[in-house]
C-alpha cells in the first residue's frame, strides 16, 4: 500500500516527466466503459478518507471485498491505481488495439488451422493440430522436439481467431452457409408485394407415390405453382408428371383460366368470388431453376410481364411459396399414409416399401389438391402480418381470396389480361426461318401463307414460333404480331418436327441404299453410247445443203415405216 513521505525534486521530475500519468484516460472510454469505472470507483469511495489510517483501511478493504464478492487484492488494486493517477478512468484498462507480431508459434497454428481445419476435409481441431505437430515440431526420424506448444495454447488461438463465416463457408462451402447459416436481414415478402400482381413461381415433387388407369406404378408427380406475394392466393398450379417448360405451360394456362369451368371439370362446383383468378400477375417471381431461366419464359416479357430471378439460396425471398408446399401436403398426407404417402424415414432400413401403398391416380389426386387449394384460399387463416390495419377497419376477413377480392376493386393491382392463344404462342419456343422462293423454309420443312409473294422473291431469314410436337403450322414472329403459315409438305403433316426429322433421315439412309447400283447402272449406259458411236468413224465434214428437203423425206420414210 502506499506510504507518505516528502516531496522531492527528484520525484517532481520523474511524475511530471510521466507521460501516462499526465494523459487522462476518462474522456477515452466507451459509455460501457465508464459505467464500469464508476462502479469501481463506488467500491474504494468509502476507503479515500481513511488512506492513510492503516486500521480502519485494512478494515474497509475485508468489509467491502465480502460485500461486493472480490477479494481483498482486487481492491487494494482499484485503490492504488486511483490513488497513483487520481483519475477514475484508470480503473478501467482501454482494450489493447495495437496489433504485436504473431509469435512463430502462433504463425504455426494460422497456417495448420487454414490448411487443416478450415478446409472441406473438416478435420477436428485435434486432428489438425496433430497434422501441425508432424509437420513443424518433429525432427527428420519423426520425433518431437523439445518445447512444443501444448494443445491448450492452440485451441486458445483458435477461439481468439475464428470467424464463423470463415469457418462455415470454408467447412461446408458457401452454398451451406447460404441456405442454413446467413443473417436473415432481409425485408422478405415486402421487398416485392406492395399490392397483388406479383406471383411467385416454384415447383416441388409431392411426397405420394401414383398409379395409372391400369394400377402400374408410375412415380411421384410433380406440383408446380404461382402464389400471389401480397395475399398468398394460389393463382394457378400444374400437376405433372414432368417438370421443365411443360409443366411451366401449363401452369401459365391454369393460372389464365376460368376457375369455375376449371373446378366443373373436376366435378367440383365452387363460386367465382372464391377463386376469382384469371388474369397474369405482372411481375413473376423465380430462383435459378433451368426451367425458369430459358428463352420460353423469358418471352413472357413481350406480354409486359417483369420477370425477377432471385439470387441462389435466397428461399426466404419466396417463402410465400415455399409455404404453400407446407401446408398443401400437411394437408392430405395424415389422411393418405396407406396410399402411398411417403414419410421422412424412406430411406432409413427396414422400413417398408411406400410405393407397394400407392393406389391413387393423377386425376384422383388432383382432385384432392384442388380441394386442398380451395380450403388454403378461402378458409386458411392469415398470420397477422399479413392483414393491414386498412383492411381490418373495412371489414375484410383474413382470408387470401377475400383481400384478393378486395384488392381488385381498389387501384394497385397489377393484373395482365391475356388470351390463351396469345399465351401460347409466347411459351412456344422460336427458332431461324428463311424465305425462298420454295416458301418459309423451317426445320427443311416449307411453309406458306397469303400475301408474302414479295418476302418470298426477295428472301431473308426471319423469327419462327413453332410448337415442336406439331408441324402443320408455325406461326411468323415480327413487331410482336405472329402470323400463321400452313405446311407445304402434306406429308409431313400432323407429325412433331422430331418425327419429320427421323423421317427425312430414314428416306435419306434407304435411298443411299441405291446409290451403288444407280451409279453402276449410269457406267454402264456410258459403255453403250460409246459403244453405239464408235460403229461410225468419225467424219470430216456433213453435207448440209437442202436439209429442208432432207428432212421431209426422212418424215415420209418414218411414218411408212411406222
Known amino acids: ?331 392430405f398426407k395424415p389422411h393418405l399414409k396407406a396410399y402411398g404417402v411417403v414419410e421422412p424415414n424412406f430411406q432409413e432400413r427396414g422400413v417398408q416399401d411406400y410405393r407397394q401403398n400407392a393406389c391413387l391416380t393423377l386425376n384422383e389426386l388432383e382432385t384432392i389438391l384442388v380441394k386442398c387449394i380451395l380450403y388454403y384460399n378461402t378458409k386458411r387463416v392469415l398470420d397477422a402480418k399479413q392483414y393491414s390495419q386498412e383492411l381490418f377497419s373495412d371489414g375484410v376477413k383474413p382470408f387470401s381470396n377475400e383481400i384478393w377480392n378486395y384488392s381488385l376493386k381498389h387501384p394497385g393491382a397489377n393484373l395482365i389480361e391475356v388470351s390463351k392463344e396469345q399465351l401460347t404462342l409466347t411459351m412456344f419456343p422460336r427458332g431461324n426461318g428463311t424465305f425462298t422462293r420454295r416458301g418459309l423454309v423451317f426445320k427443311n420443312l416449307r411453309y406458306v401463307a397469303n400475301g408474302f409473294t414479295e418476302r418470298f422473291l426477295v428472301g431473308g431469314d426471319c423469327v419462327v414460333a413453332y410448337d415442336p410436337n406439331q408441324t402443320s403450322h408455325i406461326w411468323l414472329y415480327e413487331n410482336g404480331e405472329y402470323t400463321k403459315f400452313a405446311l407445304i409438305d402434306k406429308r409431313f403433316d400432323n407429325i412433331s418436327f422430331q418425327e419429320a426429322k427421323e423421317q427425312v433421315h430414314e428416306e435419306k439412309a434407304f435411298t443411299k441404299t441405291f446409290e451403288e447400283e444407280c451409279m453402276q447402272a449410269r457406267i454402264a449406259l456410258v459403255k453403250d453410247i460409246e459403244a453405239i458411236a464408235n460403229v461410225h468413224p468419225k467424219r470430216q465434214g456433213v453435207d448440209a445443203s437442202n436439209v429442208r428437203a432432207t428432212r421431209r423425206k426422212e418424215r415420209i420414210k418414218k411414218r411408212i415405216e411406222g
Request: hydrophobic content about 35%; glycine content about 6%; charged content about 25%.
Open 1 to 331: 500500500m502506499p506510504k507518505w513521505i516528502p516531496k522531492t525534486l527528484e520525484l517532481e521530475e520523474i511524475v511530471s516527466g510521466d507521460n501516462a500519468y499526465n494523459t487522462p484516460q476518462y474522456d477515452l472510454l466507451s459509455q460501457e466503459q465508464k459505467s464500469l469505472a464508476h462502479k469501481r470507483y463506488t467500491m474504494i469511495a468509502p476507503i479515500l478518507p481513511f488512506v492513510s489510517d492503516d486500521y480502519m483501511r485494512t478494515h474497509l478493504i475485508a468489509k467491502i471485498a465480502d460485500k461486493e464478492n472480490v477479494t481483498k487484492q482486487t481492491v487494494r488494486k482499484y485503490l492504488c491505481l486511483y490513488l497513483a493517477y487520481q483519475d477514475i478512468g484508470r480503473l478501467v484498462p482501454l482494450k489493447n488495439i495495437s496489433k504485436r507480431p504473431l509469435s512463430n508459434d502462433e504463425k504455426n497454428f494460422r497456417w495448420a488451422l487454414n490448411r487443416y481445419y478450415y478446409s472441406p476435409l473438416k478435420h477436428t481441431l485435434i486432428g489438425s493440430y496433430t497434422l501441425m505437430l508432424k509437420e513443424c515440431y518433429t525432427t527428420p526420424n519423426g520425433q518431437l522436439r523439445e518445447g512444443y506448444p501444448p494443445f491448450h495454447r492452440y485451441r486458445y488461438f483458435f477461439n481468439k481467431t475464428k470467424k464463423l463465416q470463415s469457418l462455415y463457408i470454408s467447412r461446408d462451402g458457401l452454398s451451406d452457409y447460404q441456405r442454413n447459416h446467413r443473417p436473415l436481414l432481409g425485408d422478405g415478402v415486402q421487398e416485392f408485394a406492395p399490392s397483388i400482381g406479383t406471383g411467385m413461381l416454384d415447383s416441388t415433387i409431392l411426397d405420394i407415390y401414383l398409379v395409372n388407369d391400369a394400377g402400374q406404378l408410375v412415380g411421384r408427380p410433380i406440383l408446380t405453382t404461382c402464389i400471389d406475394a401480397y395475399t398468398s392466393l394460389c393463382c394457378g398450379y400444374a400437376l405433372t408428371w414432368e417438370g421443365g417448360v411443360y409443366s411451366l405451360k401449363s401452369l401459365m394456362e391454369n393460372i389464365i383460366c376460368d376457375k369455375v369451368e376449371h373446378c366443373k371439370s373436376l366435378g367440383i362446383c365452387i363460386e367465382k368470388d372464391e377463386w376469382n383468378c384469371d388474369k397474369l400477375p405482372a411481375i413473376l417471381v423465380t430462383d435459378k431453376g433451368r426451367e425458369y431461366t430459358s428463352c420460353n419464359f423469358e418471352q413472357l416479357a413481350d406480354l409486359g410481364v417483369s420477370i425477377i430471378n432471385l439470387p441462389p439460396f435466397r428461399p426466404d425471398l419466396k417463402s410465400r411459396v415455399e409455404q404453400f408446399f407446407n401446408v398443401i401436403q400437411n394437408l
